[in-house]
């Protein structure tokens, strides 16, 4: 069984706001490391996957960068909205795709 | 291009039956992941299905099975149901079986067992 850590467990923010959060993984073996936000009463949706030390990949106001050599991942949102209020999963593949995920971090962004 | 598909949306059985879910993947799909999220816990990897194969599952016991068919849809059968089975029961699909490949999550069935 892998650990994927990440933290906080949940953030509260105001509009306008930048903020960040971590994701945790083993650091041998890599292989990818998986982004998806989870709005209430939707389906998770993909972010990013990120496969190479060093990537970094951005898509509007939302970015992620990583480190496979201490085993990190970190994902950026700048300038808040209420709208970006969802859980941010990530998840780590091992070698037969089988897929360990983080409990996530809880993200409020309050008007 | 229509999403990931699952049903039923919800499922309410008792301890000892048996249930079916099911999943249709995004066409051109050949991959199909199933996962179960228990209350408080994160989504724990259940199966891994391409091309018609079970390629991995998770720690699960064997009365979790399923299958996947010729056009790639794929069931999540569980026998003998316990109370801790109780969860939201979320398909994925993926455009390939490269750890690589971004999935696709349908709705999910919400299975509560009594």
């Known amino acids: 069984i892998l650990n994927v850590e990440q933290s906080p467990q949940s953030l509260h923010v105001q509009e306008g706001d930048s903020t960040n959060f971590t994701c945790s993984f083993p650091s041998s073996n890599f292989y990818a490391l998986h982004w998806y936000r989870w709005e209430t009463a939707k389906s998770p949706e993909a972010l990013f996957v990120m496969t190479l030390n060093g ?3 951005k898509k509007g106001r939302i970015s992620a960068t990583l480190n496979t050599k201490e085993g990190y991942s970190y994902l950026y949102i700048k300038g808040s909205q209420p709208e970006d ?3 941010y999963l990530c ?4 070698t037969g795709n089988q897929f360990y995920f ?3 971090t809880s993200l409020t962004v309050i008007p | 291009e229509a999403g990931v598909t699952q049903s039923p949306t919800h499922l309410i059985k008792t301890r000892g039956q048996q249930v079916t879910l099911r999943c249709s993947p995004i066409s051109g799909h050949t991959s199909v992941y199933w996962y179960q999220q228990a209350l408080g816990l994160g989504l724990q990897f259940l199966l891994w299905y391409d091309e018609g194969e079970e390629r991995n599952r998770g ?5 979790f099975s399923g299958r996947q068919f010729p056009n790639y849809s794929s069931e999540l059968n569980v026998n003998a149901l316990e109370l801790e089975d109780s ?3 979320l398909c994925a699909s993926s455009s390939g079986a490269g750890w690589y490949n971004e999935q696709f999550f349908g709705p999910g069935t919400r299975l509560t067992v009594l």
């Open chain 1, 55 to 57: 990537d970094e990949k």
């Open chain 1, 85 to 87: 209020s969802a859980t």
């Open chain 1, 91 to 94: 998840a780590y593949p091992n």
């Open chain 1, 102 to 104: 983080g409990t996530g």
């Open chain 2, 59 to 63: 720690n699960f016991p064997p009365r």
């Open chain 2, 87 to 89: 969860a939201l029961y």
